[in-house]
Protein backbone atom coordinates (compact mmCIF):
# COMPACT_ATOMS: atom_id res chain seq x y z
CA UNK A 1 0.00 0.00 0.00
CA UNK A 2 1.35 3.48 -1.28
CA UNK A 3 1.26 5.44 2.02
CA UNK A 4 2.75 7.50 4.80
CA UNK A 5 5.49 5.41 6.94
CA UNK A 6 6.66 8.16 9.22
CA UNK A 7 6.81 11.72 9.70
CA UNK A 8 9.64 13.77 11.08
CA UNK A 9 8.89 17.63 10.29
CA UNK A 10 9.15 18.17 6.94
CA UNK A 11 10.70 14.98 5.69
CA UNK A 12 8.06 12.12 5.56
CA UNK A 13 9.41 8.39 4.95
CA UNK A 14 6.70 6.93 2.50
CA UNK A 15 5.97 3.23 0.81
CA UNK A 16 6.10 4.39 -2.87
CA UNK A 17 8.06 1.56 -4.59
CA UNK A 18 9.01 2.57 -8.45
CA UNK A 19 9.32 6.19 -7.72
CA UNK A 20 12.31 8.15 -8.84
CA UNK A 21 14.82 10.72 -7.29
CA UNK A 22 13.46 14.17 -7.49
CA UNK A 23 10.08 13.16 -8.46
CA UNK A 24 6.84 14.98 -6.77
CA UNK A 25 4.54 13.82 -4.58
CA UNK A 26 1.05 14.32 -3.40
CA UNK A 27 0.87 12.81 0.62
CA UNK A 28 -2.05 12.81 2.94
CA UNK A 29 -5.54 13.64 3.04
CA UNK A 30 -4.95 17.22 2.26
CA UNK A 31 -3.16 16.50 -0.88
CA UNK A 32 0.97 18.05 0.59
CA UNK A 33 3.13 18.28 -2.77
CA UNK A 34 6.99 17.13 -2.00
CA UNK A 35 9.84 16.34 -3.64
CA UNK A 36 11.67 12.66 -3.27
CA UNK A 37 15.16 13.67 -2.06
CA UNK A 38 16.06 9.57 -0.86
CA UNK A 39 15.50 5.80 -1.65
CA UNK A 40 16.11 3.12 0.53
CA UNK A 41 14.45 -0.04 -1.28
CA UNK A 42 10.37 0.45 -1.68
CA UNK A 43 10.45 3.11 0.92
CA UNK A 44 11.11 6.85 -0.50
CA UNK A 45 12.09 9.77 1.86
CA UNK A 46 10.34 13.37 0.71
CA UNK A 47 10.90 16.64 1.43
CA UNK A 48 7.21 18.44 1.71
CA UNK A 49 6.80 22.27 0.50
CA UNK A 50 4.20 22.89 3.27
CA UNK A 51 3.55 22.58 7.03
CA UNK A 52 3.08 18.60 7.62
CA UNK A 53 1.13 19.55 11.11
CA UNK A 54 -1.37 16.84 11.15
CA UNK A 55 0.12 14.32 8.51
CA UNK A 56 -0.04 11.03 10.41
CA UNK A 57 1.48 7.72 8.92
CA UNK A 58 -0.66 5.23 6.83
CA UNK A 59 -2.24 8.35 4.91
CA UNK A 60 -2.27 7.79 1.36
CA UNK A 61 0.71 8.79 -0.63
CA UNK A 62 1.31 8.91 -4.93
CA UNK A 63 3.97 9.91 -6.97
CA UNK A 64 3.55 12.37 -9.60
CA UNK A 65 5.43 11.39 -12.45
CA UNK A 66 7.13 14.70 -12.81
CA UNK A 67 9.77 16.33 -10.69
CA UNK A 68 9.58 20.14 -9.18
CA UNK A 69 8.73 22.14 -12.16
CA UNK A 70 7.94 25.75 -13.59
CA UNK A 71 4.81 27.14 -15.59
CA UNK A 72 6.24 29.15 -18.68
CA UNK A 73 4.27 30.85 -21.05
CA UNK A 74 2.82 34.21 -21.26
CA UNK A 75 1.14 35.68 -18.20
CA UNK A 76 4.37 35.45 -16.08
CA UNK A 77 5.76 39.15 -15.98
CA UNK A 78 3.70 41.47 -13.38
CA UNK A 79 3.27 38.29 -11.05
CA UNK A 80 3.91 37.48 -7.57
CA UNK A 81 4.51 33.90 -6.93
CA UNK A 82 4.94 32.01 -3.65
CA UNK A 83 8.08 29.72 -3.31
CA UNK A 84 6.60 26.84 -5.60
CA UNK A 85 4.84 29.30 -8.13
CA UNK A 86 1.27 29.05 -7.33
CA UNK A 87 -0.12 32.82 -7.63
CA UNK A 88 -0.56 34.80 -4.43
CA UNK A 89 -3.32 37.11 -6.14
CA UNK A 90 -5.32 33.40 -6.82
CA UNK A 91 -4.13 32.14 -3.41
CA UNK A 92 -6.04 35.50 -1.50
CA UNK A 93 -9.31 35.02 -3.69
CA UNK A 94 -9.37 30.98 -3.17
CA UNK A 95 -8.23 31.10 0.61
CA UNK A 96 -7.55 34.63 2.13
CA UNK A 97 -4.61 36.06 4.11
CA UNK A 98 -3.51 32.36 4.48
CA UNK A 99 -2.12 29.59 2.08
CA UNK A 100 -4.33 26.65 2.42
CA UNK A 101 -2.13 23.58 2.89
CA UNK A 102 -2.91 21.02 -0.06
CA UNK A 103 -4.28 24.14 -2.68
CA UNK A 104 -3.47 23.21 -6.35
CA UNK A 105 -3.26 26.38 -8.52
CA UNK A 106 -1.93 27.00 -12.33
CA UNK A 107 0.97 29.76 -12.59
CA UNK A 108 -0.85 30.91 -15.53
CA UNK A 109 -4.61 31.90 -16.13
CA UNK A 110 -6.77 30.21 -18.02
CA UNK A 111 -8.89 32.18 -18.43
CA UNK A 112 -6.43 35.09 -20.05
CA UNK A 113 -6.16 35.20 -23.96
CA UNK A 114 -3.21 35.90 -25.74
CA UNK A 115 -2.53 37.97 -29.26
CA UNK A 116 -0.57 35.31 -30.82
CA UNK A 117 1.24 36.41 -34.15
CA UNK A 118 2.90 33.14 -36.21
CA UNK A 119 6.53 33.53 -37.41
CA UNK A 120 5.60 34.31 -41.21
CA UNK A 121 8.90 31.91 -42.19
CA UNK A 122 7.55 28.96 -40.14
CA UNK A 123 5.36 26.82 -42.67
CA UNK A 124 4.68 23.49 -43.10
CA UNK A 125 7.39 20.78 -43.12
CA UNK A 126 9.79 23.55 -42.12
CA UNK A 127 12.28 21.66 -40.10
CA UNK A 128 12.32 22.87 -36.20
CA UNK A 129 14.98 22.69 -33.94
CA UNK A 130 14.68 23.28 -30.47
CA UNK A 131 14.77 27.21 -29.46
CA UNK A 132 13.35 28.57 -32.93
CA UNK A 133 10.99 31.32 -33.48
CA UNK A 134 7.66 30.39 -33.67
CA UNK A 135 5.43 33.49 -33.00
CA UNK A 136 4.88 36.47 -30.87
CA UNK A 137 2.67 37.36 -28.30
CA UNK A 138 2.05 41.23 -26.66
CA UNK A 139 2.88 40.14 -22.98
CA UNK A 140 2.99 43.58 -21.51
CA UNK A 141 3.24 46.71 -23.21
CA UNK A 142 7.16 46.48 -22.24
CA UNK A 143 8.22 43.34 -22.96
CA UNK A 144 7.46 41.03 -26.27
CA UNK A 145 7.03 37.85 -25.06
CA UNK A 146 8.58 35.05 -28.14
CA UNK A 147 7.14 31.63 -28.03
CA UNK A 148 9.71 29.29 -28.97
CA UNK A 149 10.48 25.16 -29.51
CA UNK A 150 10.89 24.13 -26.41
CA UNK A 151 14.62 22.82 -25.10
CA UNK A 152 13.77 19.07 -25.91
CA UNK A 153 12.06 19.19 -29.54
CA UNK A 154 12.75 18.81 -32.89
CA UNK A 155 11.03 17.65 -36.11
CA UNK A 156 8.79 18.31 -39.06
CA UNK A 157 6.22 21.55 -38.68
CA UNK A 158 3.03 20.34 -39.78
CA UNK A 159 0.91 23.52 -38.53
CA UNK A 160 1.55 26.28 -37.43
CA UNK A 161 -2.30 28.47 -35.69
CA UNK A 162 -2.90 31.68 -37.59
CA UNK A 163 -2.57 34.64 -35.50
CA UNK A 164 -5.65 34.85 -33.17
CA UNK A 165 -6.75 34.84 -29.91
CA UNK A 166 -5.33 31.68 -27.87
CA UNK A 167 -5.10 30.79 -24.39
CA UNK A 168 -2.41 29.01 -22.80
CA UNK A 169 -3.08 25.52 -23.13
CA UNK A 170 -4.27 25.95 -26.81
CA UNK A 171 -2.69 24.24 -29.82
CA UNK A 172 -0.59 26.42 -31.68
CA UNK A 173 1.11 24.02 -33.43
CA UNK A 174 1.63 20.24 -34.52
CA UNK A 175 4.93 18.82 -34.75
CA UNK A 176 6.16 15.42 -36.17
CA UNK A 177 9.82 14.35 -33.87
CA UNK A 178 12.02 12.28 -35.33
CA UNK A 179 10.76 8.59 -34.17
CA UNK A 180 7.77 9.53 -36.19
CA UNK A 181 5.08 10.54 -32.71
CA UNK A 182 3.40 13.52 -33.19
CA UNK A 183 3.21 16.62 -30.80
CA UNK A 184 0.95 19.57 -29.68
CA UNK A 185 2.57 22.81 -28.56
CA UNK A 186 1.08 25.39 -27.14
CA UNK A 187 1.69 28.81 -25.65
CA UNK A 188 2.79 27.12 -22.37
CA UNK A 189 5.32 24.58 -21.62
CA UNK A 190 7.09 23.25 -18.48
CA UNK A 191 10.64 23.09 -17.16
CA UNK A 192 12.33 21.51 -14.19
CA UNK A 193 13.23 23.69 -11.78
CA UNK A 194 16.81 21.99 -10.43
CA UNK A 195 17.96 21.61 -14.18
CA UNK A 196 19.32 24.05 -16.10
CA UNK A 197 17.86 25.21 -19.28
CA UNK A 198 20.48 24.20 -22.12
CA UNK A 199 21.83 26.84 -24.38
CA UNK A 200 24.58 26.94 -27.19
CA UNK A 201 27.95 28.42 -25.39
CA UNK A 202 28.63 31.09 -23.24
CA UNK A 203 28.89 33.97 -24.74
CA UNK A 204 32.06 36.64 -23.24
CA UNK A 205 31.39 40.20 -24.71
CA UNK A 206 31.79 42.58 -22.05
CA UNK A 207 29.02 45.37 -21.73
CA UNK A 208 28.68 46.62 -18.15
CA UNK A 209 24.81 46.27 -16.20
CA UNK A 210 24.89 49.78 -15.63
CA UNK A 211 22.73 50.71 -12.53
CA UNK A 212 23.18 54.50 -11.84
CA UNK A 213 24.30 54.13 -8.92
CA UNK A 214 28.00 55.82 -9.10
CA UNK A 215 30.03 53.49 -6.58
CA UNK A 216 28.69 50.76 -8.25
CA UNK A 217 28.75 51.37 -11.86
CA UNK A 218 31.94 53.53 -11.78
CA UNK A 219 34.22 52.11 -8.61
CA UNK A 220 33.06 47.74 -8.81
CA UNK A 221 31.39 47.27 -11.94
CA UNK A 222 29.13 44.55 -12.78
CA UNK A 223 29.00 42.98 -16.53
CA UNK A 224 25.45 41.52 -17.69
CA UNK A 225 25.27 37.82 -17.18
CA UNK A 226 27.69 38.42 -14.32
CA UNK A 227 27.23 37.35 -10.63
CA UNK A 228 27.60 39.51 -7.69
CA UNK A 229 26.50 39.96 -3.55
CA UNK A 230 25.77 42.11 -1.62
CA UNK A 231 26.75 41.54 2.22
CA UNK A 232 25.61 43.54 4.62
CA UNK A 233 23.84 43.31 8.44
CA UNK A 234 20.88 44.36 9.58
CA UNK A 235 20.27 47.73 8.49
CA UNK A 236 22.78 48.43 6.24
CA UNK A 237 20.39 49.44 2.91
CA UNK A 238 20.16 46.03 1.19
CA UNK A 239 16.81 46.26 0.20
CA UNK A 240 17.05 49.87 -1.00
CA UNK A 241 19.84 49.48 -3.00
CA UNK A 242 17.76 46.14 -4.68
CA UNK A 243 15.43 48.16 -5.07
CA UNK A 244 17.46 50.94 -7.08
CA UNK A 245 19.12 48.52 -8.99
CA UNK A 246 15.63 46.82 -9.82
CA UNK A 247 14.47 50.15 -11.12
CA UNK A 248 17.10 52.04 -12.54
CA UNK A 249 19.50 48.96 -14.31
CA UNK A 250 19.31 48.27 -17.95
CA UNK A 251 18.70 45.01 -18.13
CA UNK A 252 15.13 44.46 -19.74
CA UNK A 253 13.80 41.71 -17.41
CA UNK A 254 14.04 41.86 -12.73
CA UNK A 255 12.99 38.82 -11.50
CA UNK A 256 12.92 39.39 -7.17
CA UNK A 257 13.24 36.49 -4.95
CA UNK A 258 12.57 37.12 -1.34
CA UNK A 259 13.81 34.13 0.27
CA UNK A 260 13.09 33.84 4.14
CA UNK A 261 13.15 37.15 4.54
CA UNK A 262 11.01 38.97 7.74
CA UNK A 263 7.64 39.31 6.61
CA UNK A 264 7.51 43.30 6.83
CA UNK A 265 10.51 43.71 4.92
CA UNK A 266 9.01 41.74 1.77
CA UNK A 267 5.98 43.32 2.43
CA UNK A 268 7.59 46.54 1.81
CA UNK A 269 9.23 45.01 -1.39
CA UNK A 270 5.46 43.58 -2.29
CA UNK A 271 3.68 47.06 -1.93
CA UNK A 272 6.69 49.52 -3.18
CA UNK A 273 7.83 47.89 -6.74
CA UNK A 274 4.32 47.85 -8.22
CA UNK A 275 4.27 51.26 -7.67
CA UNK A 276 7.33 52.06 -9.69
CA UNK A 277 7.24 53.70 -12.66
CA UNK A 278 10.10 52.41 -15.18
CA UNK A 279 12.09 55.59 -16.18
CA UNK A 280 12.76 54.41 -19.51
CA UNK A 281 8.90 53.90 -20.89
CA UNK A 282 6.93 55.68 -18.01
CA UNK A 283 4.79 52.87 -17.54
CA UNK A 284 4.79 50.40 -14.30
CA UNK A 285 7.85 48.83 -13.75
CA UNK A 286 5.67 45.65 -13.18
CA UNK A 287 5.46 45.07 -16.56
CA UNK A 288 8.72 44.04 -16.93
CA UNK A 289 9.08 42.29 -13.26
CA UNK A 290 8.28 39.01 -11.68
CA UNK A 291 8.26 38.18 -8.12
CA UNK A 292 8.94 35.22 -6.04
CA UNK A 293 8.11 36.03 -2.14
CA UNK A 294 8.86 33.21 0.44
CA UNK A 295 8.90 34.65 3.69
CA UNK A 296 10.89 33.34 7.16
CA UNK A 297 7.44 31.64 8.22
CA UNK A 298 6.54 29.43 5.16
CA UNK A 299 7.78 26.32 5.13
CA UNK A 300 11.80 26.09 5.29
CA UNK A 301 11.98 23.37 2.39
CA UNK A 302 9.92 25.49 -0.04
CA UNK A 303 12.58 28.47 0.91
CA UNK A 304 15.05 26.17 -0.40
CA UNK A 305 13.64 25.64 -3.92
CA UNK A 306 12.27 29.64 -4.28
CA UNK A 307 15.87 30.19 -5.63
CA UNK A 308 15.45 27.47 -8.22
CA UNK A 309 12.10 28.84 -8.93
CA UNK A 310 13.39 31.90 -9.95
CA UNK A 311 16.64 31.07 -11.55
CA UNK A 312 14.47 29.10 -14.05
CA UNK A 313 11.90 31.78 -15.05
CA UNK A 314 14.98 33.89 -15.19
CA UNK A 315 16.34 31.30 -18.03
CA UNK A 316 13.40 31.38 -19.46
CA UNK A 317 13.37 34.57 -20.38
CA UNK A 318 17.37 34.51 -21.09
CA UNK A 319 16.20 32.14 -24.09
CA UNK A 320 14.18 34.67 -25.48
CA UNK A 321 17.07 36.68 -26.35
CA UNK A 322 16.62 39.46 -23.19
CA UNK A 323 18.90 40.78 -20.56
CA UNK A 324 17.34 39.63 -17.44
CA UNK A 325 18.81 40.28 -13.51
CA UNK A 326 17.84 38.41 -10.33
CA UNK A 327 18.08 39.66 -7.43
CA UNK A 328 17.82 36.53 -4.67
CA UNK A 329 16.84 38.29 -1.13
CA UNK A 330 18.99 36.39 0.44
CA UNK A 331 20.80 33.36 0.01
CA UNK A 332 21.51 33.61 3.70
CA UNK A 333 18.15 31.94 4.53
CA UNK A 334 18.32 29.95 1.58
CA UNK A 335 21.81 28.14 3.12
CA UNK A 336 19.62 27.95 6.43
CA UNK A 337 17.10 26.24 5.06
CA UNK A 338 19.93 23.82 3.69
CA UNK A 339 21.15 23.43 7.02
CA UNK A 340 17.81 22.72 8.57
CA UNK A 341 17.26 19.92 6.48
CA UNK A 342 20.20 18.53 6.49
CA UNK A 343 19.91 17.95 10.53
CA UNK A 344 16.89 16.02 10.20
CA UNK A 345 18.27 14.21 7.25
CA UNK A 346 21.40 13.21 9.90
CA UNK A 347 24.21 14.55 7.24
CA UNK A 348 27.49 15.27 8.98
CA UNK A 349 27.27 19.23 10.20
CA UNK A 350 30.79 21.03 9.19
CA UNK A 351 31.41 24.97 9.37
CA UNK A 352 28.65 26.28 11.81
CA UNK A 353 26.26 23.35 11.56
CA UNK A 354 26.10 23.81 7.75
CA UNK A 355 26.27 20.81 5.40
CA UNK A 356 29.90 19.94 4.06
CA UNK A 357 27.96 20.24 0.14
CA UNK A 358 27.11 24.53 0.96
CA UNK A 359 29.81 25.85 -1.33
CA UNK A 360 29.17 23.33 -4.34
CA UNK A 361 25.10 24.18 -3.80
CA UNK A 362 26.14 27.72 -3.73
CA UNK A 363 28.70 27.32 -6.71
CA UNK A 364 26.17 25.65 -8.76
CA UNK A 365 22.74 27.99 -8.42
CA UNK A 366 25.30 30.97 -9.23
CA UNK A 367 26.74 29.09 -12.26
CA UNK A 368 23.76 29.31 -13.44
CA UNK A 369 24.31 33.44 -14.13
CA UNK A 370 25.81 34.09 -17.69
CA UNK A 371 25.67 35.55 -20.62
CA UNK A 372 24.86 33.03 -23.37
CA UNK A 373 23.72 32.46 -27.05
CA UNK A 374 20.71 30.57 -27.02
CA UNK A 375 19.71 27.92 -28.48
CA UNK A 376 17.67 29.95 -31.82
CA UNK A 377 21.10 31.61 -31.94
CA UNK A 378 20.38 35.24 -30.52
CA UNK A 379 22.19 36.17 -27.23
CA UNK A 380 21.03 36.83 -23.49
CA UNK A 381 22.20 36.97 -20.23
CA UNK A 382 20.99 36.20 -16.50
CA UNK A 383 22.95 38.59 -14.47
CA UNK A 384 23.02 37.13 -10.26
CA UNK A 385 22.94 39.57 -7.45
CA UNK A 386 22.58 37.51 -4.41
CA UNK A 387 22.06 39.32 -1.10
CA UNK A 388 24.00 38.24 2.20
CA UNK A 389 23.02 38.41 5.75
CA UNK A 390 26.09 37.67 7.49
CA UNK A 391 25.13 37.91 11.66
CA UNK A 392 26.27 40.51 13.03
CA UNK A 393 28.08 41.72 9.79
CA UNK A 394 30.51 38.91 10.04
CA UNK A 395 32.13 38.43 6.60
CA UNK A 396 33.88 35.27 7.61
CA UNK A 397 31.01 32.99 7.88
CA UNK A 398 30.58 30.15 5.79
CA UNK A 399 28.16 31.58 3.37
CA UNK A 400 29.66 35.23 2.55
CA UNK A 401 33.44 33.31 2.57
CA UNK A 402 31.85 30.39 0.19
CA UNK A 403 29.97 32.93 -1.92
CA UNK A 404 32.80 35.52 -1.94
CA UNK A 405 35.13 32.78 -4.00
CA UNK A 406 32.31 32.29 -6.27
CA UNK A 407 31.23 35.75 -7.42
CA UNK A 408 32.84 37.98 -9.37
CA UNK A 409 31.85 41.16 -7.69
CA UNK A 410 31.54 41.91 -4.48
CA UNK A 411 29.37 45.17 -3.11
CA UNK A 412 30.25 45.12 1.03
CA UNK A 413 27.92 47.10 3.37
CA UNK A 414 29.21 48.69 6.12
CA UNK A 415 26.90 49.28 9.04
CA UNK A 416 29.13 52.18 10.28
CA UNK A 417 28.73 53.97 6.89
CA UNK A 418 24.77 53.15 7.00
CA UNK A 419 25.06 54.78 10.50
CA UNK A 420 26.69 57.84 9.35
CA UNK A 421 23.66 58.68 7.40
CA UNK A 422 26.29 57.47 3.99
CA UNK A 423 24.17 55.95 1.36
CA UNK A 424 24.63 53.41 -0.47
CA UNK A 425 27.02 52.38 2.31
CA UNK A 426 29.18 50.17 0.66
CA UNK A 427 32.23 50.11 1.81
CA UNK A 428 35.15 50.78 -0.76
CA UNK A 429 37.78 49.43 1.49
CA UNK A 430 36.31 45.67 1.76
CA UNK A 431 34.55 45.56 -2.36
CA UNK A 432 35.93 44.43 -5.31
CA UNK A 433 35.19 43.91 -8.94
CA UNK A 434 36.75 41.22 -10.87
CA UNK A 435 35.33 42.67 -14.21
CA UNK A 436 36.98 46.28 -14.38
CA UNK A 437 39.15 45.19 -17.22
CA UNK A 438 36.48 44.08 -19.66
CA UNK A 439 34.40 47.58 -18.11
CA UNK A 440 37.17 49.33 -18.75
CA UNK A 441 36.67 49.04 -22.62
CA UNK A 442 33.45 50.02 -22.59
CA UNK A 443 33.81 52.88 -20.79
CA UNK A 444 36.69 53.64 -23.21
CA UNK A 445 34.54 53.42 -26.28
CA UNK A 446 31.24 54.78 -24.84
CA UNK A 447 31.97 57.07 -22.27
CA UNK A 448 35.64 58.13 -22.03
CA UNK A 449 38.95 56.59 -22.69
CA UNK A 450 40.20 58.00 -19.08
CA UNK A 451 37.35 56.07 -17.06
CA UNK A 452 39.85 53.35 -15.56
CA UNK A 453 42.77 55.78 -15.16
CA UNK A 454 40.56 58.58 -13.25
CA UNK A 455 39.27 55.22 -10.96
CA UNK A 456 42.14 54.27 -9.80
CA UNK A 457 43.60 57.77 -8.88
CA UNK A 458 40.15 57.83 -6.89
CA UNK A 459 40.53 54.38 -5.01
CA UNK A 460 44.48 55.12 -4.40
CA UNK A 461 43.16 58.64 -2.86
CA UNK A 462 40.57 57.05 -0.94
CA UNK A 463 42.67 54.41 0.69
CA UNK A 464 45.99 57.02 1.20
CA UNK A 465 42.81 59.08 2.78
CA UNK A 466 41.90 56.21 5.35
CA UNK A 467 45.35 55.82 6.82
CA UNK A 468 45.82 59.08 7.23
CA UNK A 469 42.68 59.20 9.22
CA UNK A 470 44.47 57.01 11.17
CA UNK A 471 47.28 58.83 11.80
CA UNK A 472 45.09 61.46 12.93
CA UNK A 473 42.90 59.64 15.03
CA UNK A 474 46.34 58.74 17.08
CA UNK A 475 48.48 61.95 17.27
CA UNK A 476 46.26 64.85 15.91
CA UNK A 477 45.94 66.32 11.97
CA UNK A 478 48.76 68.86 13.08
CA UNK A 479 51.10 65.70 12.18
CA UNK A 480 50.08 65.62 9.05
CA UNK A 481 52.03 67.77 5.68
CA UNK A 482 50.07 70.23 3.80
CA UNK A 483 49.71 67.72 1.13
CA UNK A 484 48.64 65.37 3.04
CA UNK A 485 46.35 67.34 4.74
CA UNK A 486 44.84 68.49 1.52
CA UNK A 487 44.58 64.67 0.51
CA UNK A 488 42.43 64.05 3.45
CA UNK A 489 39.73 67.25 2.67
CA UNK A 490 39.82 65.90 -0.99
CA UNK A 491 38.70 62.39 -0.11
CA UNK A 492 36.28 63.60 1.78
CA UNK A 493 35.03 65.43 -1.14
CA UNK A 494 34.79 62.59 -3.25
CA UNK A 495 33.01 60.76 -0.25
CA UNK A 496 30.58 63.41 -0.30
CA UNK A 497 30.42 64.31 -3.65
CA UNK A 498 30.30 61.27 -5.79
CA UNK A 499 30.04 58.09 -3.49
CA UNK A 500 26.99 59.34 -1.71
CA UNK A 501 23.72 59.22 -3.73
CA UNK A 502 20.45 59.39 -1.84
CA UNK A 503 17.53 57.71 -3.25
CA UNK A 504 15.04 59.29 -3.07
CA UNK A 505 16.73 62.70 -4.58
CA UNK A 506 14.58 63.50 -7.51
CA UNK A 507 18.14 64.32 -9.66
CA UNK A 508 20.17 62.37 -8.56
CA UNK A 509 18.46 59.24 -7.72
CA UNK A 510 19.93 58.14 -11.20
CA UNK A 511 23.26 59.24 -12.98
CA UNK A 512 24.34 58.14 -16.12
CA UNK A 513 28.00 56.88 -17.04
CA UNK A 514 28.78 60.15 -18.75
CA UNK A 515 27.36 62.52 -15.72
CA UNK A 516 29.66 59.54 -13.03
CA UNK A 517 32.51 59.92 -15.17
CA UNK A 518 32.20 64.07 -15.21
CA UNK A 519 31.53 64.06 -11.68
CA UNK A 520 34.47 62.08 -11.16
CA UNK A 521 36.71 63.87 -13.60
CA UNK A 522 35.64 67.52 -11.83
CA UNK A 523 36.53 66.01 -8.44
CA UNK A 524 39.62 64.83 -9.43
CA UNK A 525 40.62 68.26 -11.12
CA UNK A 526 39.88 70.78 -8.24
CA UNK A 527 41.77 67.76 -6.05
CA UNK A 528 44.58 68.39 -8.40
CA UNK A 529 44.34 72.49 -8.80
CA UNK A 530 44.73 72.56 -5.22
CA UNK A 531 47.42 69.79 -5.24
CA UNK A 532 49.46 72.25 -7.45
CA UNK A 533 48.86 75.32 -4.57
CA UNK A 534 49.81 73.32 -1.75
CA UNK A 535 53.35 73.02 -3.87
CA UNK A 536 53.46 76.44 -3.82
CA UNK A 537 52.82 77.04 -0.61
CA UNK A 538 49.32 78.05 0.03
CA UNK A 539 48.04 76.42 3.57
CA UNK A 540 45.40 73.60 2.79
CA UNK A 541 43.32 75.76 5.45
CA UNK A 542 43.42 78.25 2.84
CA UNK A 543 41.85 76.16 -0.11
CA UNK A 544 38.84 75.21 2.33
CA UNK A 545 37.46 78.59 2.32
CA UNK A 546 36.90 78.52 -1.65
CA UNK A 547 33.77 78.69 -2.84
CA UNK A 548 34.39 76.36 -5.82
CA UNK A 549 34.41 73.13 -3.14
CA UNK A 550 31.24 73.50 -1.80
CA UNK A 551 30.15 73.79 -5.42
CA UNK A 552 31.34 70.54 -6.38
CA UNK A 553 29.52 69.24 -3.57
CA UNK A 554 26.12 70.08 -5.41
CA UNK A 555 26.91 69.32 -8.55
CA UNK A 556 25.38 65.85 -8.27
CA UNK A 557 21.73 67.37 -7.33
CA UNK A 558 22.47 70.69 -9.82
CA UNK A 559 23.26 68.84 -12.99
CA UNK A 560 20.05 66.28 -14.39
CA UNK A 561 19.96 64.10 -16.78
CA UNK A 562 20.82 66.05 -20.37
CA UNK A 563 22.76 68.37 -18.72
CA UNK A 564 25.91 66.69 -18.92
CA UNK A 565 27.47 69.22 -21.28
CA UNK A 566 26.67 72.17 -18.99
CA UNK A 567 28.82 69.87 -16.08
CA UNK A 568 31.33 69.46 -18.62
CA UNK A 569 31.44 73.10 -19.39
CA UNK A 570 31.81 74.06 -15.83
CA UNK A 571 34.55 71.62 -14.92
CA UNK A 572 36.41 72.82 -17.64
CA UNK A 573 36.65 76.41 -16.85
CA UNK A 574 37.66 74.94 -13.27
CA UNK A 575 41.28 77.15 -13.17
CA UNK A 576 39.45 80.27 -13.12
CA UNK A 577 38.47 79.40 -9.16
CA UNK A 578 41.95 78.98 -8.37
CA UNK A 579 43.13 81.58 -10.10
CA UNK A 580 43.15 84.67 -7.21
CA UNK A 581 44.78 82.48 -4.29
CA UNK A 582 47.40 81.28 -6.90
CA UNK A 583 48.41 84.93 -7.64
CA UNK A 584 48.27 85.74 -4.28
CA UNK A 585 51.38 83.41 -3.42
CA UNK A 586 52.40 82.73 -6.56
CA UNK A 587 56.88 82.68 -5.92
CA UNK A 588 59.66 82.69 -8.81
CA UNK A 589 60.31 79.30 -9.36
CA UNK A 590 63.99 80.32 -9.49
CA UNK A 591 63.80 81.67 -6.10
CA UNK A 592 61.97 79.48 -3.96
CA UNK A 593 62.36 81.03 -0.33
CA UNK A 594 61.19 79.02 2.66
CA UNK A 595 61.19 81.69 5.10
CA UNK A 596 58.59 83.57 2.42
CA UNK A 597 56.54 80.93 2.51
CA UNK A 598 56.27 80.18 6.03
CA UNK A 599 55.63 83.67 6.63
CA UNK A 600 52.99 83.45 4.22
CA UNK A 601 51.63 80.47 6.09
CA UNK A 602 51.80 82.16 9.81
CA UNK A 603 49.89 85.68 8.15
CA UNK A 604 47.11 83.45 6.93
CA UNK A 605 47.06 81.54 9.94
CA UNK A 606 48.07 78.24 7.79
Not at 112 to 124: K, N
Amino acid sequence: MRRVVEVNGPLVRLNLPGVHLGEQVRVGVLGLIGEVIGREGETALAQLYEDSTGLAPGEAAEGLGHPLSVELGPGLLGGIFDGVQRPLDAVWHASGDRIARGLELPALSRAARWAFSPAPDRLPATVLSPGDLLGRVRETASIEHRVLVPPEVAGELLELAPSGEYGVDDTIARVRLRDGSLLKLSLAQRWPVRQPRPFRHRDLAGEPLITGQRILDTFYPLLKGGKAAIPGPFGAGKTMLQHQIARWCNAEIVIYVGCGERGNELTDVLESLPKLTDPRTGRPLMERTLLVANTSNMPVVAREASVYVGMTLAEYYRDQGYDVVMVADSTSRWAEALREVAGRLGQMPVEEGYPAYLGSRLAAFYERAGRVVTLGGGTGSVTLIGAVSPPGGDFSEPVTSHTKEIIQTFWALSKELADARHYPAIDWLESFSGYVGQAAAWWAAEVDPGWAAARARTLALLNESEELRRIVNLVGVEALSSEQRWALEAAELIKEAVLQQAATDPVDSYASPEKQFLLLRGLLAVYDQGLDLVRRGVPARRLLELPVLAEARRWKTRYGAGQEPALRARIENLASDFEALAAEYRIPAECPDPSTLASREDGHGG
